[in-house]
Antibody, heavy 122, light 113 residues
Framework: QVQLVQSGAEVKKPGASVKVSCKAS????????ISWFRQAPGQGFEWLGW????????NYAQRFQGRVSVTADTSTSTAYLELRSLRSDDTAVYYC???????????????WGQGTLVTVSS | DIVMTQTPLSLSVTPGQPASISCKSS???????????LYWYLQKPGQPPQLLIY???NRLSGVPDRFSGSGSGTDFTLKISRVEAEDVGVYYC??????????FGPGTKVDIK
């Protein structure tokens, strides 16, 4: 079955960077895209970025441009989210999620990682 | 960015009774490919979201048929024909026609009376 397993919780100081991993299994990694979302405590969802593993394209939310990078290592079926210049309001649970359909961005996300809590505090 | 709104923001339902959630978008979600890019997710307590409905009205495999989606353009509805205890959580609508970014509604919290 499809599984996305994320790396563990992180505590970072303001100004630092964090890199969260998302290891996929149970499907052809290179056939789908992966999005990254976050959910601040008690809040709704915010989309940060996407990578298409079938074409290498990336897209980012404008408000995070320059601070966020989404990459992947197809040899290990792992996607990564890096967020730089962290601020206290970046404290959130970060999720990776697979596109519902192959080669089809914007098709919804049908499988999600368990989430990674990133806490930014001095 | 496209703004998504939902009503109500909370809903308390007696088991076996129906429930309905409205979602409105600030722009039409109908694409030139004739698909409408509106999705419904449910986040149960302590879990990541799960996709229930894609492209307005298509249930994901395994989603009970008591869940149905409808609507067009900018107005959409999620209906639960008979609410069960396992349906509690927060329901979100999301658009992906204008990408980036995907945008979500604020969520509707459903609990059981």
């Amino acid at each position: 079955q499809v599984q996305l397993v994320q790396s563990g919780a992180e505590v970072k100081k303001p100004g630092a960077s964090v890199k969260v991993s998302c290891k996929a299994s149970g499907y052809r990694f290179s056939g789908y895209g992966i999005s990254w979302f976050r959910q601040a405590p008690g809040q709704g969802f915010e989309w940060l970025g996407w990578i298409g593993l079938y074409n290498g394209n990336t897209n980012y939310a404008q408000r995070f441009q320059g601070r966020v990078s989404v990459t992947a290592d197809t040899s290990t079926s792992t996607a990564y989210l890096e967020l730089r210049s962290l601020r206290s309001d970046d404290t959130a649970v970060y999720y990776c999620a697979r596109d519902r359909a192959m080669n089809y961005y914007g098709s919804g996300s049908d499988n999600w990682g368990q989430g990674t809590l990133v806490t930014v505090s001095s | 960015d496209i703004v998504m709104t939902q009503t109500p923001l909370s809903l308390s339902v007696t088991p076996g009774q129906p429930a309905s959630i409205s979602c409105k978008s600030s722009q039409s979600l109908l694409h030139t490919d004739e698909k409408t890019y509106l999705y419904w997710y449910l986040q149960k307590p302590g879990q990541p979201p799960q996709l229930l409905i894609y492209e307005v009205s298509n249930r994901l495999s395994g989603v009970p048929d008591r869940f149905s989606g409808s609507g067009s353009g900018t107005d959409f509805t999620l209906k639960i024909s008979r609410v069960e205890a396992e349906d509690v959580g927060v329901y979100y609508c999301m658009q992906s026609i204008k990408f980036p970014p995907f945008t979500f509604g604020p969520g509707t919290k459903v609990d059981i009376k």
